[in-house]
């Protein structure tokens, strides 16, 4: 019992370790000033790759639906994502998204009805302070458009990652992470060639293999096991994993991007982990109270 929870707690947590490199990839491997072209070439491959693996079509209803789940997880948060990127410094574009916990549990409570907790508060609110701490001692310039696009993105995936629990999956996790992708990424290239037009030069083989990487590891199968969690996981608890991301942000931007940051910033991480831990020991002690019940004959 305990073993299947701590496998789907870990490979879920996959997704934001993942998803962390995602800053420090755009700055070594990708074209400068392309923010919309990074997320067409992020999301829609990795869709065409699922559906081959599982060729399942929406039926009904889930035409739509996926196309907004697509707009919120993929199409809107990408492009923020990576507006963002290119004009924060990797940890701080990254670690925005400590406020999506609190966001999460916030409308999870009232959407899907789950169990706001105090311990759950807590811990949203640490996770927070332990963000605060790291972002407000970086060595830094704070670019107000970016802090705008990293909020905005948050925004958008903390109100995918409650509807798409809401909505629960009709298909496989495969198919379904492909119609996100697959619509996300639609729905973004009319907007990239109209904004930004194509390349003006050829792709570089370094932008290659940047792109290889965040379309295959960093969405393909981060996105996969992330929906996977969704579908078995509350979705606050799910959210908390998210802050996985932007510690492994600021721990690569320290040690490959040679980054300076003070030790109150060591706390912050310190502190977000901790947060992280007290969720997860929460939903492994009172399975009753986080929905993780259900789990115990999960393969």
């Known amino acids: 019992m305990l073993s299947n929870r701590t496998a789907l707690l870990a490979t879920t947590a996959l997704a934001p370790t993942l998803w962390g490199t995602t800053y420090l990839t755009t700055t070594l491997f990708l074209p400068e000033d392309r923010p919309l072209l990074s997320a067409t070439l992020r999301a829609l491959p990795a869709g065409v790759l699922l ?19 697509g707009v ?13 990127a290119y004009r924060l410094p990797g940890g701080v574009a990254a670690i925005v998204g400590g406020l999506q916990p609190l966001l999460v549990a916030l409308l999870a409570s009232r959407v899907l009805h789950e ?5 759950m508060l807590a811990a949203g609110v640490a996770g927070l302070l332990g963000v605060c701490l790291i972002v407000l001692q970086a060595e830094a310039r704070l670019d107000a458009l970016g802090v705008l696009a990293a909020v905005a993105g948050t925004l958008s995936m903390a109100s995918g990652i409650v509807l798409t ?4 999956q009709p298909a496989p996790p495969l198919a379904t992470t492909a119609w996100q ?6 729905t973004l290239l ?6 930004e037009g194509l390349p003006a030069t050829p792709l570089t083989t370094t932008n290659l293999i940047g792109y290889a990487y965040l379309s295959l590891a960093g969405t393909a199968f981060a996105y996969f096991v992330w929906f996977r969690g969704i579908s078995r996981l509350p979705a606050s608890t799910t959210a908390f994993l998210g802050l996985l991301s932007p510690v492994v942000a600021i721990l690569l931007g320290w040690t490959i991007a040679g980054e300076h940051f003070r030790p109150v910033q060591i706390i912050g991480i310190v502190v977000v982990l901790g947060s992280i831990s007290a969720v997860i020991v929460s939903a492994t002690t009172n399975p009753a109270v986080t929905g993780l019940g259900s789990l115990a004959g999960a393969p």
């Open 51 to 69: 559906l081959a693996l599982c060729p399942r079509l929406p039926r009904g209803a889930w035409w739509w639906k996926s196309w907004v789940l």
């Open 72 to 84: 919120l997880n993929i199409g809107a948060f990408f492009a923020l994502l990576f507006v963002a």
């Open 115 to 119: 169990r706001l907790t105090g311990r």
């Open 165 to 168: 629990k809401k909505w629960g």
């Open 181 to 186: 992708l697959i619509t996300g990424g639609v």
């Open 190 to 195: 009319p907007v990239m060639l109209l904004i």
